[in-house]
């Protein structure tokens, strides 16, 4: 398995951190995104999007991190980071969902824009952002994850660009149920630090 | 099963789809859209996010139509919708998630925006929704299906905001690989009619 990822990409990150947990070895390739790399032709003959991270899997080329992270926790994670009822995966799957809308385009967008690596209206993504972090802590309110009851890839897929909300000027202290479930994710064996 | 939908909503026709194709009963609760019952209480204790599609399966509520599918596929279409293999899975799932990046914020936004439902920058979600299409293009050129090589929920997830394009201002025409691959999936035994 290789990686195509940049160290600051929080989607890149996600597949670090269910690597380490899971002790799964991969080559890393890293991309020069000062320079843009990842928007110039060898690297878009591999992902016309024009993002990290890309993953190349048994030969077949994958351009997105919830299919790497589906990949890897069935593969490699038995029950636990992906279950297979069709009840539990569809559970898995919501939370997945969330973290590629609000989390995405209202958390990530954001922080774009403040640091200049976006643009669109700041408020816009703001209001989408606030509405993820009311939804994270209506459901961690009263569940210590995401998903089944236990961490699955759902909590992997949504923590980073909640742990750097603060960047796109939200007040992450106003969601108390949020902050208890970042700590519990950084506490899970193998987790990697976010830079 | 339920379903919260109402007639309008691209969502929840995708969960119409796979249940036709499947037949697969359930149980249809239309929401007053037009007076806003999305947004107002017994309803948003469904889904705090004030959307349609809500399903809920085997007393859990899931506001999310990609879990729809999964649990639909899952439960109901064996191997065929939604393949269980690590590879496959991943292949489908990232088509799922495609469905909810720039085809969500590029087709279905830019035609929210021309539908006078949603506020924001036309001309950045039809930057993004002609990416959608191109990347769509790319891939059909020389697939029938977007993923594994058949029909998956990856079909379905991605076809009503593409089939709908035109009316957020794309040219669909300058697509021939999507215009057929829409046609393929009309074709498909048991498919209903988008409205």
Redesign the interface.
């Known amino acids: 398995m290789k990686l195509y990822m940049t160290e600051a990409s929080g989607n890149s990150y996600k597949i670090r951190v269910l690597a380490s947990i899971l002790n799964v070895p991969y080559e890393k390739v890293l991309i020069d995104w000062d320079n843009k790399e990842h928007k110039k032709p060898p690297f878009l003959r591999l992902n016309?999007?024009g993002q990290v991270p890309v993953m190349e899997?048994?030969g077949?080329v994958?351009?997105?991190s919830?299919?790497?992270l589906?990949?890897i926790a069935?593969?490699y994670g038995g029950e636990q980071w992906l279950p297979?009822?069709?009840?539990e995966?569809?559970?898995v799957?919501?939370w997945?969902?969330?973290s590629?809308?609000?989390i995405?385009?209202g958390l990530q967008w954001a922080r774009g824009v403040v640091n200049k690596l976006l643009?669109?209206?700041l408020q816009?993504y703001q209001g989408y952002g606030r509405?993820a972090l009311?939804?994270l802590a209506?459901r961690l309110n009263d569940h210590d994850w995401l998903a089944v009851g236990q961490p699955t890839i759902a909590d992997i897929a949504c923590y980073p660009y909640v742990k750097r909300a603060r960047e796109g000027g939200f007040m992450l202290d106003a969601y108390p149920p949020v902050i208890a479930w970042l700590k519990r994710c950084e506490a899970l064996p193998g987790w990697l630090k976010l830079d």
């Open positions: 016309p999007r899997i048994e077949k994958f351009w997105d919830a299919a790497h589906v990949y069935r593969k297979t009822t069709p009840l995966l569809a559970e799957v919501q997945l969902a969330f590629q809308s609000e995405h385009f643009f669109g209206s816009e509405k009311e939804l209506w």
